[in-house]
Structure formats: C-alpha cells, structure tokens
C-alpha cells in the first residue's frame, strides 16, 4: 500500500482538470439528449398507458434538470479540492517555477480551444436547446479559461509557498 506522503501532486493536474471537464460536458449534454428521446417515447406510446408512466416522466425530467448539473459541479469541484490538496503534499525545487508558469499558460491557451469546441458543440440545434435548460454547465464552460487560472494559480501559489517554510513545520 503507497502511503499518502508519497502520493504526490503534478503540474499535469490542471491538464487532467481540463480533459475530464470537455468530456463530462460533452457526455452529459449527449445523456441529456438521449434521456430526452426516451422520455418522448414514453409519453408518447402505449407505454403511457401504465400507472407507472407519470413517475418515470416526472424522473427523468429532474434528472435532466437538476441532477445532471448538480453531479457535474460537485464532481469538479472535487477534483479541483483534491488539486488544492495535493499541492500541499509536494515540496517542489524553486527552480521549477518557470516550467509551471509554462504549463500553466499552456494549460490556459488549451482550454481556451476546448471551450471553442464546446461552444461549436452546442450550436448543433438539438444540442443547443439542451445546452440552454443547462447554465451550471454551459457558465462553467463559457468561464472554463478563467477557472483554470485561478485554480492553477492558486496551486502554484500553494506550492511554492512552501519553500521557506522548514520541512517539519515550525517549532512555535
């Protein structure tokens, strides 16, 4: 079993943000979609006979609504407390500085393409009415480029702090 010290975090973590923020997007507006379809299905056949047909309308459409957003903000708010957090757990050579202003601004100038893409993805017209009943979603898309900064930022910031600060804490 690894232990937490030598679990370590990365100035590739802001990448991996970036990546599983396109992609949960992306997905979610897609499942919202498809959730969509087969709840038209529903309503709309013989399958709306049943008693049972009002609930599973009535549940598909709050997991389109609010579920779906209310997972995607806390899974990357998740991911970037544990960003945070790991940066407290590395001890990192000041020289190393410069390397992580450079991955950071390439960090920034990659989100700000992937945001485009979204962007282009939802002017599809069956993605955009979806894209519209979602604005947890879509603000933190359109702001995606601002977020990766200041979390960068403050990782940055969180770990370089530390360099003159004694490695066993103080003696106070």
Do not use: C, W
Request: aromatic share 12%.
């Amino acid at each position: 079993m690894i232990k937490l010290k030598e679990k370590q975090g990365d100035v590739t973590d802001i990448f991996l943000f970036i990546i599983v923020a396109i992609f949960l997007a992306i997905s979610f507006i897609v499942v919202i979609f498809v959730n969509n379809q087969i709840k038209d299905v529903i309503q709309n056949t013989a399958l709306n006979e049943s008693d049972a047909s009002a609930v599973i309308v009535e549940r598909f459409t709050s997991i389109n609504e609010q579920t779906v957003q209310r997972g995607y903000v806390l899974f990357l708010s998740i991911l970037i407390i544990g960003m945070l957090v790991s940066a407290f757990l590395v001890r990192m050579h000041p020289a190393f500085l410069f390397l992580y202003i450079i991955t950071l601004g390439f960090a920034i100038f990659v989100s700000v393409y992937l945001s485009n893409m979204f962007y282009a993805f939802i002017q599809v017209e069956e993605m955009a009415l979806i894209a519209s009943q979602q604005p947890m979603i879509t603000y933190f898309m359109k702001n995606l480029v601002k977020i990766v900064l200041a979390v960068g930022g403050l990782s940055m910031i969180i770990v370089f702090s530390k360099i003159f600060s004694p490695p066993g804490g103080s003696d106070v």
